[in-house]
Every structure is written in structure tokens, then in C-alpha cells.
């Protein structure tokens, strides 16, 4: 199995792009064969009709498909296909958004920009870009691609100010799930996703969301799942941190009465499972983002 390196180059930004055009994605052995890589990548089918592999799985390709490809994972695709025929790619290693960070943030998995690359089915995730918002997303790549072409003076924290926004705006696809679950033909994930949003200041769990919706764990656990790529219990995890960091960042609350207040009545248990999810104490996080002047 092929393992694809970053060419690290001194004295240039450790951030790649490449425009995809009539033919697949620049990340790769050109012979399309299965191979695997040590960073992270983007890949945005622009304009595209094809497949792509990815751990084994087949994915279609289409208009507006934003692809976040994890280290390690396995991805092919066919060299006699075309599977976009306007896009782009951009990849890069983990420390790029993290350099010198040995303490909050060693794994890339903890990152908050980097938390879409964890997520989903196997890892493997691919975002619906809306049609409005196409036009943006060309422009940000476009615009890193000139940032790393010219090299000019400063151009190493432009890129990473371009890979930024680009890594803003996939994150913000990623925690949009929910919403566009909740707004296509998905009922039963609409009520899962309603039953968490008014009860996850409680203590409640995965049977509590089942009971309510009058369906056993098992088939619950198995639907969310398959069309999500999380549990009920990841789904209730996150919108209690997510919360969590809006009340540390926004209000002069205390630890324990935030465990409280997004469902975690044992403040030693909301602690740890916030240093897991962010790699730092609730306390850290606050001092982090609101620095003393």
C-alpha cells in the first residue's frame, strides 16, 4: 500500500493546493491506485459526475461535494473516469494549525478546526456545499493557491489565514448536519435531533431519546448511525459541549454551574469528558479564549 508524505520544502508554507480539472483528484498516484497518506485533505468537486473509493467504500462525486479525507484512510478512484471536471484540493499536515502545541490540541482529532476530519462514517465524510454558497468556496481556494504560487513577503501566514477560513467554513458544514437532517426527508432523525435539543440540559440517555420516540435502543443506535455516521450518544455529547463552550467563552458562570446546566450533574465527570472532546479543562478553555489583557 502506497503512503503518500507532505514534501515539506523549506522556506515555503506546508499547505498545498491544486485545481482539479477534466480528469481526478491531485492528491496521489496517478495511476488512481489505492494508496494512503500522512495529512489531511480537502477535496471540492466544483463540477463533477464519477465515483471516488475511499476505505473501501464507493462514493458518487457530484456538483457542490466537499470530500475531508483523514490520515491513514485508503482512497482510489478510476483513472479512465473523470470524476470531476472542475474542483479543487488542498491538503496539508496536522501541525500546520498547530505548530510548537504540545499540550491543548496534541491530536489533530481534538482541534476544534479539525474536528470534521474525525468525524463521520469510518472518518470518511462528505459535505453538501449549497449552490449560493459554491461561488465562495472556489474564491477561497483560488485565492490560496495565488497566496502560495507568488511566495511573496509574509506569505506563510497568509496561507495559513486562507487555510483558515477554509477550515472555518467546513467545520461550520459539519455542525450544519443536524440542520439538514432536521430539513430533508429524514422524520425520525428530525425527532431524534428535537428530543436532544429540549432535553440536553438533562441528565438523559440513548434509552430516554428511544423511549420517547417508542423504538427499542438497538434500531435507534443502528439508523443513526448508518445515516449519520454517530451515535444518539455522540449527537447528545456535542450539542452539550457546544454549548458548554458558548456559556465559558460568554458568561462568568462557575465550572460546576455549567456541568449543571448542559446536563452534567457530576462536575468531575463534565470535566473529563470536556478535556477529551478538547483536549484541555473546561477552565483552560475559558482563560483561552478570553485572554487577560
Known amino acids: 500500500m502506497p503512503v503518500i508524505g507532505f514534501g515539506h520544502v523549506p522556506g515555503r508554507a506546508p499547505i498545498a493546493v491544486a485545481r482539479v480539472a477534466d480528469g481526478a483528484p491531485a492528491v496521489g498516484p496517478a495511476t488512481g491506485e489505492a494508496h494512503t497518506h500522512d495529512f489531511l485533505a480537502l477535496f471540492y468537486a466544483h463540477r463533477a459526475d464519477g465515483t471516488v473509493r475511499i476505505d473501501g467504500r464507493t462514493w458518487t462525486v457530484t456538483d457542490g461535494d466537499l470530500f475531508v479525507i483523514a490520515p491513514g484512510q485508503v482512497v482510489s478512484f478510476d483513472p479512465h473516469e473523470e470524476v470531476a471536471t472542475d474542483g479543487w ?3 496539508f499536515p496536522a501541525d500546520v494549525v498547530r505548530p510548537g502545541m504540545s499540550g491543548a490540541y496534541s491530536s489533530w482529532r481534538t482541534h476544534p478546526l479539525l474536528f470534521p476530519f474525525a468525524q463521520g462514517i469510518d472518518r470518511t465524510q462528505r459535505l453538501r456545499i449549497p449552490a449560493a454558497d459554491r461561488a465562495a468556496w472556489v474564491e477561497r481556494f483560488a485565492a490560496l493557491d495565488v497566496e502560495l504560487r507568488a511566495r511573496r513577503d509574509g506569505h506563510q501566514e497568509a496561507a495559513l489565514a486562507h487555510l483558515t477560513l477554509v477550515l472555518v467554513a467546513a467545520a461550520r458544514l459539519s455542525t450544519d448536519v443536524a440542520d439538514q437532517l ?3 426527508n429524514e422524520p425520525l432523525l428530525g425527532a431524534v435531533f428535537d428530543a436532544i ?5 438533562e441528565p438523559i440517555s440513548l434509552a430516554d431519546i428511544a423511549g420517547e420516540l417508542a423504538l427499542t435502543t438497538g434500531h435507534l443506535t443502528t439508523v443513526v448511525r448508518r445515516k449519520t455516521g454517530r451515535t444518539v450518544a455522540q449527537w447528545i455529547a456535542q450539542r452539550r459541549m457546544q454549548q458548554a463552550r458558548l456559556l465559558l467563552t460568554e458568561t462568568d458562570l462557575t465550572v460546576a ?3 449543571r446546566r448542559v446536563g452534567y450533574p457530576d462536575v468531575s465527570y463534565f470535566i ?6 478538547h483536549g484541555m479543562t473546561p477552565g483552560q478553555w475559558r482563560d483561552a479564549a478570553n485572554p487577560a489583557p
Open 197 to 201: 435539543e429540549q432535553r440536553y440540559h
Open 182 to 184: 432536521r430539513s430533508s
Open 272 to 277: 473529563k469528558r470536556f478535556r477529551a472532546s
Open 89 to 91: 484540493v488542498v491538503w
Open 257 to 259: 454551574a455549567i456541568s
